[in-house]
DNA sequence: CGCCACATTGAAGGCAGTCAAAGGTGGTGG
DNA sequence: CCACCACCTTTGACTGCCTTCAATGTGGCG
């Protein structure tokens, strides 16, 4: 049952076992594989999704096809609020990076659910700033780094975020393909392999397909800054 | 008394008279000069700030002293909702572009707030659905368009917005100096500069001084679009 | 009238995207 | 187990947009 996941995300966080319930009841299960395209920018937003299982990527395209992720959305965490509280349209094509089991939440019914439930709605609150915090960043980096400082801003968080699971942040392995990598960090594939190999030359970083040790971290941490390489 | 705004503020839209003197109590008011700080970067993120009056800018600052404007805040626009409710600092800069007067809301005490009623939950939702979408659409710019179809795509916004207020959307004032808008758009006034010269030499819009009128708004769509000058 | 901030223009250089081709890698089926 | 194929990654050469630096133009205001 999909009770025990909702409970783990994090905008139903500290809900009873009941009022789970009552969220599940208002949801519809959807499970689609690897590849598929959950919607398409522009179609009609009639809700938003929570992911129970796999990855989402949300993304935009550009005139010409290059592709600039927006986000990936794991298990727990929900996707496409925006478009379903603001109306109208989806703003950004969204895509199943793997077998995937979502759960969709209709506008309507789930303002309802928040109705009742204030809690809810504070999970509600707190998870877009999250989102909002995390779009912040990205304009920053996107506007005023290159693309040096934003791979040495990634690899710092992917080892912090390591070092805290694991207890040993000096390896870390790059949780998808490079040319993904790159469009999250708005650049293309050709540009992040430079870039790293300009990192590895600087006996910044060691690198051995989608492992990365950190050999530098201090050095890291100034390019992450704006230093040049 | 500030009341009547209030009730005027998307988010708090809908509510009763008594209700809007509940939000009006948890709230503190702030006034300030043009040109102060309302809060740096880094700075403890105790609760957001609502314009009553005036207009605010949200930027970050590059390593180098680049500005990035993230947004500019209106009456009736609340902003730092992501700060406040996702905790910890303020992840920008705030500044008075104007003399300013603003409500400030402390956290903890918009939070019982939300409680008691869940209308008030639903604006802040909607508020924050509408400045994600602000949001993406900055990434989406800054990572795959170039400065001429930003600039376009600002112009077109602009002069669709006087369409809406005056009924006459050809001819639109620049509402900041072109440095400040070199910086929203993610560039500098050099650069602008060109820019706008481009765009006047290929006969689509005419400039003087901060006015711009539009003359061949089919090919400005086109450029917005991504068509190259 | 002259100052000051903002705006414009020119020249030069760099970062990063595109195109093209070669080298790797993993997965599948024989 | 190996061979093949598709896809990803890397590398090189080239181009172009944009930033930087520097100098000149301009408009408002005391």
Redesign the interface.
Known sequence: MSASVLGKAPIFRGLGEEELRQVAGVAVRRSLPAGETVFAEGDQAQGFYLVLKGKVKVF?????G?E?I?RTVTPGQQFA??????GGEY??FAQALTNCELLFFETERF?KL???H?DV??G???A??????H??????E????EVGARLAKYLLDLSVRRQRATGQGDVVRLPMKKTELASRL?TVSETLSRTLRKLQEADIIAVKGSQVRVLDRERLVQVA??LKL
Request: charged share 20%.
């Open positions: 935009k395209l550009s005139p010409d290059r600039q927006l609020e925006a478009a379903a509280f603001s703003p950004a303002r928040i109705a009742a204030p709605a504070m509600m609150i707190v877009q700033a999250n989102l909002q915090r779009l912040v960043q990205m304009v920053e996107l506007a005023l780094k708005g800054a704006g």
